[in-house]
C-alpha cells in the first residue's frame, strides 16, 4: 500500500462548538455537511481533521488534569491523541493560555528530542503540540 494522505475523524458531542474549540486553537472551519450538519472538517495549512457528531470513533474526557508527569495517565483520556508539528510549541502555548484553552502539559523538552506541550479537547481527544529539538538549534 502507498497512502496518497491521511486524515483522522474525531468523535465530537456537539460539531458547532467543535468548530468553535478549533477557531481558538487557530485552525478554521473547512466545510459542514448534514441539515442540521452532522459532520464536518477543520484546517491548518495542508492539514485536516474531520468531526463527526456522535459517532466515528470514541471520546471521553478524564478528570485528571495533567496527561504526562508524576500526576498525569496518558491513558485515562479515551479519545484520540494526535501530534501536530509547529515551529514555535511556546507561542501556541502563549496562544492556547490567552484563549482559555486546556492546556495539561506545558512546554517541556522531552527526552525524545522533542519539546512539546498537550492541550485537550472537551471530549477528551488530545494534541500533542511539537517540534524537534534538533530543529531549533
Known amino acids: 500500500m502507498l497512502a496518497k494522505g491521511l486524515t483522522p475523524i474525531l468523535n465530537v458531542s456537539d460539531l458547532r462548538q467543535s468548530f468553535a474549540w478549533f477557531e481558538r486553537l487557530g485552525w478554521q472551519k473547512s466545510w459542514d455537511w448534514g441539515d442540521p450538519p452532522g459532520f464536518g472538517a477543520v484546517c491548518s495549512g495542508e492539514c485536516t481533521i474531520f468531526l463527526c457528531q456522535n459517532g466515528q ?27 501536530i508539528w509547529v515551529d ?6 502563549r496562544h492556547c493560555l490567552e484563549q482559555g484553552l486546556e492546556v495539561t502539559w506545558p512546554p517541556t523538552d522531552m527526552p525524545w528530542n522533542v519539546r512539546e506541550m498537550h492541550v485537550r479537547h472537551p471530549d477528551g481527544h488530545v494534541f500533542r503540540i511539537g517540534r524537534g529539538i534538533e530543529e531549533a538549534d
Open 57 to 83: 470513533g470514541g471520546r471521553g474526557r478524564a478528570d485528571i488534569a495533567q496527561t504526562f508527569g508524576r500526576d498525569g495517565d496518558d491513558a485515562a483520556d479515551r479519545g484520540a491523541w494526535m501530534s
Open 88 to 93: 514555535d510549541v511556546d507561542a501556541v502555548h
